[in-house]
Structure formats: C-alpha cells, structure tokens
C-alpha cells in the first residue's frame, strides 16, 4: 500500500511549478508533474522514485484525462491538485491585445485549471476515503490588477471564482479548496520585475521580489493541513511591494 501523501501539480516543469514540485519531492510526498515540457519533467525526476511524469497540455481535455488516468493507475488516490500552470502577457492596453491573445490566456489560466479542476473533484469524490484538496494559484493580480494586464487579471478574477465555487460544493465530499494569492516571486519568468514594471502613476520602478522557496513552503502548509481545515485565501508578497497603499 502506498502511504505516501499524492499531489498533482500542474506547471510543474519552471518557476513556481518546480520549487513547488521539489519542496513536495524533498518532503516524502508522491508527485505527479504535470508540464508540456517532457525534458525538463524528466530532469526534475530523475533519480526520485516518488516523482511521476506527466506531460500534458492543459488546455486539451484528452491530454489532461490521461494525465490523470495515469495518475491513478500509478497511486490509487489523488489528495491534492496544486493548479498552478499559467501564462500572461506584456503590459499592453486592451484595445492592442488581440483576441487570439486573450483566448489563450483564458484557455491555460481559466480553461486549463477548470479541466484539472474537475478531473480531480471526480476521482476525489469517488475515491476511498473520499475527499482531497484542490489549490489555486490565483496571483496578486485576481484582487488588484497591474497596468496593462486586461486579460490577465480578468483570468485570475475568474480564478477566484473558481476556487469559491470549488469550495462550496465540494464540502459534501470532503473536498477542500483554496487559493495563494503569489506577488513578486523570484523566478525565471518574473526576473523582468527587477529591473522595472509599469506603476498605477505611470512610472517604471523596480519592485522588491522574494525566494520562490517560499511560496513552495506555503502551498505545503496549505496541502498538509487535516480535510477539517482550510486555508481558504492566501496573499504572500514581498513585504515592500507596492501593493498595499496607494498606487
């Protein structure tokens, strides 16, 4: 019998995705990584017997059933989705995002975690015991939106909605759903921040950022908590972003 902890984690191959995926490998947890990118999964995996593969795309619902079919196959039980695979776009006025741009937005950030979203609600609500824990990675930007960031933010606003939606109907099966609210991690992807980013005045400025490690800490607070508790919201932010006060 596998005694093991088993989470999902989409996004799994860069950023946030991966320091989350090793913090769980590290601790003892059995990690399906779930990417597009097949190589980089394999270098996350290798020599970790408790890491499966898991290439997908997220926004293609055959892809997103195997993943999670092999999954199962694998484990048996899914206990928690960590729904983290997401793009957004350069800071751009609505009237130059073109609707191709937008699409795709909605289709990884929305689309995509309303797949994975609802793979796991049904293995979790069949499953002996029953129950689970779903995780959005919902950003900063689903409470407070940056300039330009029309289609992101809108993406991350239906995150919310989501996760509430996700939290109220799963609690007649033992299915808990929260959100981390993530605002100026280090990663490879949000480099860009140190060296400036549009303000609400209308300036650039660089912005404080803060270790990755760390968001990877607090999702496996969230993960390991007992199914009677949930972290229901989490904001996690560098301390001297300009996020609270005026923009």
């Known amino acids: 019998m596998n005694l093991r902890k088993r989470i999902i984690i989409t996004g799994a191959s860069t950023g946030i995705g991966k320091a989350t995926s090793l913090k769980f490998l590290k601790e003892g947890w059995s990690v399906g990584l779930l990417s ?13 017997e408790n890491a499966i593969i ?39 006025s609505i009237e130059d995002i073109t609707f191709d741009q937008w699409k795709n937005v909605f289709e990884v950030n929305v689309n995509g975690s309303f797949l994975c979203s609802k793979l796991a609600f049904s293995y979790m609500k069949q499953q002996d015991p029953q129950g689970g824990r779903i995780i959005n990675n919902g950003s900063i930007s689903a409470q407070t939106p940056r300039p330009g960031s029309a289609a992101y933010s809108a993406s991350k606003h239906a995150i919310t909605g989501l996760t509430k939606s996700l939290s109220l109907d799963g609690r007649k099966f033992n299915i808990a759903c929260g959100q981390i609210d993530i605002g100026n991690a280090l990663t490879d992807m949000s480099k860009t921040q140190r060296t400036g980013v549009p303000q609400a005045d209308g300036t650039i ?40 006060g005026r923009g």
């Open 36 to 48: 597009r990118n097949e190589y980089k999964l394999s270098e996350i995996a290798a020599g970790r």
């Open 54 to 92: 898991l290439p997908c795309d997220v926004t293609k619902q055959d892809e997103v059933e195997i993943a999670f079919k092999t999954a199962i196959d694998n484990w048996g039980h899914i206990d928690v989705l960590f729904n983290n695979a997401g793009v957004g776009l350069k800071s751009v």
């Open 205 to 244: 400025k660089k912005e404080p950022m803060f270790d990755v490690e760390h968001v990877a800490t607090s999702v496996f607070h969230m993960a390991c908590l007992p199914l009677d508790a949930n972290v229901q919201s989490m904001t996690l932010m560098a301390s001297n972003m300009p996020f609270i």
